[in-house]
């Protein structure tokens, strides 16, 4: 019983309540990270049942080669008389399911090699951090490319594993931290002292208390594997006769969509991964200021006699501040105090100029 | 073990690393590499060439596999990475020299820009926090999200094709100039790359911004903060001596590990930018199987990446008085 109690305080899970509650406390940016995200996810899913075309067919009539958009294909058809919504629709599909993959086993993998660097301790921590430090200063890209450029076959799986083998150490070594600031808590104490197993202790004592860690670092994983992916195809390091939305740059880039003005073959799926990494983006700084309350947006400043206050500003003084301004005095002052280097002592951003007061106001407008 | 020591010792570790890794890469691979290698040109290569694809990979020389490690220690010690099998006979290092200057130039200062744009800004929107400023931080994420080189192409498209204010790529007009150290020749150089230079830079100053405006955030918070401002600092001492000066530590720490990533972007860039940097070289490598050139460039830009974190750790020593005492205990 002893090792109950402090478990429920010490745990940084807010307790349970109605889903709905939950959501409408979340950040604003992460909402629409995850309405976004949501989104492409169901096109994934919904995506190879509802495409027009087979993403591969390509219509033989040269009347249809790099066709505009029109009503039969909705996102126009490539050089080769393929229909790019088709593609874009299947695109989407294995990007996504390779970014997962390779984030979901990353994270993984870096929570195991993290939590248990931490708790093993001595030569295992010594070794594992030295890998995962190695790992991580090698530039990744280029030796994608070194290892994938012998792959003679250089499929999505080969991308997979090799992508999973660059990525965990970052997650590794944030969760490795976390642990040891755990493991020093009153409530893991308790629960060593009540003769749980070890493995007992780090995956329903530790783990559970650093999902937002462990959150954070697989959408950072996916964020990057579908970066690292799409700029492998892009250059062609990739199998090119799938249809990701890398090699649909390849293709678009390699047949000179650009110079010939056909922006409904490039344009779209460099604006889907742009607005599935905003997305995940999004979700991240959400995931962010849900740990760390103070990188909240300060959406309802406090108005002091007109003046927002910033978080960062000292206590106004009231009686010192300057009068109310019209709205061109204002347009006209908020330019002002947004200069930091401007410290005059005339300055009202810091408490000097508070002091000061409306005294040395006149001669700065 | 002094600080600098001990990173020195990670570093050699490092590049230990990815030399042993590019020593056995090609013999994971099923099979006579070698042969796999000549069957990929059948015609285009002598079977002179044969040894230059074995002294790269090290198995030319005769003995063990330890024996044949050793040896290919040795001549990457001398920077003989054999010869090029695209452009036969000639000599990897000749055409990896001739690459690292434009790399060096364009990639180092729009990275170094990057960096120091991004710090300055990432100050005022933590500093401002719910500010102009902060409030622009979605549009931001969204640059940051688009890959570099969509953005790199979008450019291009916009600025150099339709509106002819930059060049649409090459570093220098080659039809016209020769390379060398004459006016015509620099400023033309110049002229090509403010276009790559610009695209690095709004591409990677995103992600400096963000992470800085999330330190400072949490910096202003804190009591000496407060405290320089009840003694009535200037407000520019506040932000700079006080706020920014510890928030920059982990901005630091953030810079040398995020180095790889960007570099690694910066060379995508050269490849849309037909920049003629190690990052083009790579590709062309890459595109026509010359392995001996794909694994000299990579190693160059691991050792490039190393060097630059080995740097940012002397600059960390400087700026941060907790490691220089950790140095004088230890």
């Given at each position: 019983?002893?090792?109950?109690l402090?478990?429920?305080?010490?745990?940084?899970l807010?307790?349970?309540?109605?889903?709905?509650?939950?959501?409408r406390?979340?950040p604003?940016?992460?909402?629409?990270?995850?309405?976004?995200?949501?989104?492409?996810?169901?096109?994934?899913?919904?995506?190879?049942?509802?495409?027009?075309?087979?993403?591969?067919?390509?219509n033989?009539?040269?009347?249809?080669?790099?066709?505009?958009?029109?009503?039969?294909?909705?996102?126009?058809?490539?050089?080769?008389?393929?229909?790019v919504?088709?593609?874009?629709?299947?695109?989407i599909?294995?990007?996504l399911v390779?970014?997962?993959?390779?984030?979901?086993?990353?994270?993984a993998?870096s929570?195991?090699?993290?939590?248990?660097?931490?708790?093993?301790?001595?030569?295992?921590?010594?070794?594992?951090?030295l890998?995962?430090?190695?790992?991580?200063?090698?530039?990744?890209?280029?030796?994608?490319i070194?290892?994938?450029?012998?792959?003679?076959?250089?499929?999505?799986?080969?991308?997979?594993?090799v992508?999973?083998?660059?990525?965990?150490?970052?997650g590794?070594?944030?969760i490795?931290?976390?642990?040891?600031?755990?493991?020093?808590?009153?409530?893991?104490?308790?629960?060593?002292?009540?003769?749980?197993?070890?493995?007992r202790?780090?995956?329903?004592?530790?783990?559970?208390n650093?999902i937002?860690?462990?959150?954070?670092?697989?959408?950072?994983?996916?964020?990057?594997a579908i970066?690292?992916?799409?700029?492998?195809?892009?250059?062609?390091?990739?199998?090119?006769n799938?249809?990701?939305?890398?090699?649909?740059?390849?293709?678009?880039?390699?047949?000179?969509?650009?110079?010939?003005?056909?922006?409904?073959?490039?344009?779209?799926?460099?604006?889907?991964?742009?607005?599935?990494?905003?997305?995940?983006?999004?979700?991240?700084?959400?995931?962010?200021?849900?740990?760390?309350?103070?990188?909240?947006?300060?959406?309802?400043?406090?108005?002091?006699?007109?003046h927002?206050?910033?978080?960062?500003?000292?206590?106004?003084?009231?009686?010192a501040?300057?009068?109310?301004?019209?709205?061109v005095?204002?347009?006209?002052?908020?330019?002002?105090?947004?200069?930091l280097?401007?410290d005059r002592?005339?300055?009202r951003?810091?408490?000097?100029?508070?002091l000061?007061?409306?005294?040395?106001?006149?001669?700065?407008? | 073990m002094?600080?600098?020591?001990?990173?020195?010792?990670?570093?050699?570790?490092?590049?230990?690393?990815?030399?042993?890794?590019?020593?056995?890469?090609?013999?994971?691979?099923?099979?006579?590499?070698?042969?796999?290698?000549?069957?990929?040109f059948?015609?285009t290569?002598?079977?002179?060439?044969?040894?230059?694809?074995?002294?790269?990979?090290?198995?030319?020389?005769?003995?063990?596999?330890?024996?044949?490690?050793?040896?290919?220690?040795?001549?990457?010690?001398?920077?003989?990475?054999?010869?090029?099998?695209?452009?036969?006979?000639?000599?990897?290092?000749?055409?990896?020299?001739?690459?690292?200057?434009?790399?060096?130039?364009?990639?180092?200062?729009?990275?170094?820009?990057?960096?120091?744009?991004?710090?300055?800004?990432?100050?005022?929107?933590?500093?401002?926090h719910?500010?102009?400023?902060?409030?622009?931080?979605?549009?931001?994420?969204?640059?940051?999200?688009?890959?570099?080189?969509?953005?790199?192409?979008?450019?291009?498209e916009?600025?150099?094709?339709?509106?002819?204010?930059f060049?649409?790529?090459?570093?220098?007009?080659?039809?016209?100039?020769?390379?060398?150290w004459?006016?015509?020749f620099?400023?033309?150089?110049?002229?090509?790359?403010?276009?790559?230079a610009?695209?690095?830079?709004?591409?990677?100053?995103?992600?400096?911004?963000?992470?800085?405006?999330?330190?400072?955030?949490?910096?202003?918070?804190?009591?000496y903060?407060?405290a320089?401002?009840?003694?009535?600092?200037?407000?520019?001492?506040?932000?700079?001596?006080?706020?920014?000066?510890?928030?920059?530590?982990?901005?630091?720490?953030?810079?040398?590990?995020?180095?790889?990533?960007?570099?690694?972007?910066?060379?995508?860039?050269?490849?849309?930018?037909?920049?003629?940097g190690?990052?083009?070289?790579?590709?062309?490598?890459?595109s026509?199987?010359?392995?001996?050139?794909?694994?000299?460039?990579?190693?160059?830009?691991?050792?490039?990446?190393?060097?630059?974190?080995?740097?940012?750790?002397?600059?960390?020593?400087f700026?941060?008085?907790?490691?220089?005492?950790?140095?004088a205990?230890?």
């Open positions: 019983m002893t090792a109950v402090p478990l429920m305080t010490e745990s940084a807010p307790v349970a309540d109605q889903p709905v509650g939950r959501w406390r979340l604003t940016k992460a909402k629409v990270g995850a309405v976004l995200l949501g989104l492409f996810v169901i096109i994934a899913i919904v995506g190879p049942f509802v495409s027009p075309y087979s993403p591969g067919y390509q033989p009539s040269p009347a249809l080669s790099l066709h505009a958009p029109d009503a039969a294909h909705l996102l126009g058809t490539t050089q080769s008389g393929q229909d919504l088709s593609q874009l629709l299947t695109g599909g294995l990007t390779l970014a997962i993959a390779v984030g979901a086993v990353a994270t993998l929570v195991i090699v993290g939590v248990s660097s931490a708790y093993l301790g001595g030569v295992w921590d010594e070794v594992l951090m890998i995962a430090n190695v790992v991580l200063v090698l530039p990744a890209l280029p030796l994608l070194i290892l994938l450029g012998y792959e003679p076959r250089q499929g999505l799986l080969a991308t997979g594993v992508l999973t083998a660059l990525n965990w150490p970052w590794a070594r944030l490795r931290a976390q642990t040891l600031a755990i493991t020093n808590r009153d409530f893991v104490a308790a629960a060593r002292e009540t003769g749980e197993r070890t493995w202790i780090l995956f329903s004592e530790i783990v559970p650093e937002s860690l462990i959150a954070a670092s697989f959408v950072n994983t996916v964020l990057f970066g690292a992916s799409v700029a492998l195809a892009f250059i062609g390091v990739a199998d090119l799938s249809y990701s939305l890398g090699t649909m740059l390849y293709w678009a880039q390699s047949q000179t969509a650009m110079n010939q003005g056909a922006w409904w073959w490039w344009a779209p799926p460099g604006i889907a991964v742009a607005l599935i990494g905003t997305a995940l983006v999004l979700l991240n700084f959400g995931i962010d200021e849900l740990g760390n309350p103070r990188l909240r947006a300060a959406g309802n400043l406090n108005r002091v006699g007109g927002r206050l910033y978080p960062a500003d000292p206590t106004p003084v009231l009686h501040m300057p009068k109310e301004r019209g709205p005095g204002r347009l006209l002052h908020s330019f002002s105090r947004s200069s280097l401007d002592p005339g300055s951003d810091g408490l000097s100029g508070h000061s007061g409306p005294a040395n106001d006149g001669e700065r407008q | 002094p600080f600098i020591l001990r990173r020195l010792v990670f570093y050699v570790v490092a590049a230990w690393a990815a030399i042993t890794l590019n020593f056995f890469i090609p013999r994971a691979i099923p099979g006579n590499v070698v042969e796999a290698i000549m069957s990929k059948p015609g290569l002598q079977p002179s060439a044969q040894k230059a694809i074995e002294a790269m990979l090290g198995v030319g020389h005769a003995g063990s596999l330890l024996s044949q490690y050793g040896h290919y220690l040795v001549d990457v010690a001398h920077f003989n990475f054999g010869t090029s099998l695209a452009n036969y006979p000639a000599k990897v290092s000749t055409l990896v020299g001739a690459a690292i200057p434009w790399t060096l130039t364009l990639v180092g200062s729009a990275t170094v820009i990057a960096f120091l744009v991004g710090t300055g800004l990432g100050i005022l929107a933590g500093w401002r719910g500010g102009l400023l902060d409030r622009a931080l979605p549009g931001l994420m969204f640059i940051q999200a688009i890959p570099y080189f969509f953005l790199a192409l979008v450019l291009i916009v600025l150099a094709v339709h509106l002819h204010w060049p649409i790529a090459q570093g220098y007009n080659g039809e016209v100039l020769v390379p060398g004459d006016w015509s620099i400023s033309d150089a110049i002229d090509h790359s403010l276009l790559p610009f695209t690095i830079v709004i591409t990677s100053m995103a992600g400096w911004m963000l992470q800085m405006r999330n330190v400072m955030i949490t910096t202003v918070g804190e009591d903060v407060l320089a401002q009840a003694k009535g600092l200037p407000n520019r001492r506040v932000v700079f001596t006080y706020a920014a000066r510890n928030a920059l530590l982990p901005q630091l720490q953030g810079f040398g590990l995020a180095i790889g990533f960007v570099v690694s972007g910066a060379l995508v860039m050269e490849i849309v930018f037909s920049y003629p190690i990052g083009l070289l790579l590709l062309n490598s890459v026509s199987n010359d392995y001996p050139v794909m694994q000299a460039c990579f190693l160059l830009i691991t050792f490039a990446v190393l060097v630059a974190n080995l740097i940012i750790d002397l600059v960390l020593v700026v941060d008085p907790r490691v220089r005492a950790r140095e205990t230890s």
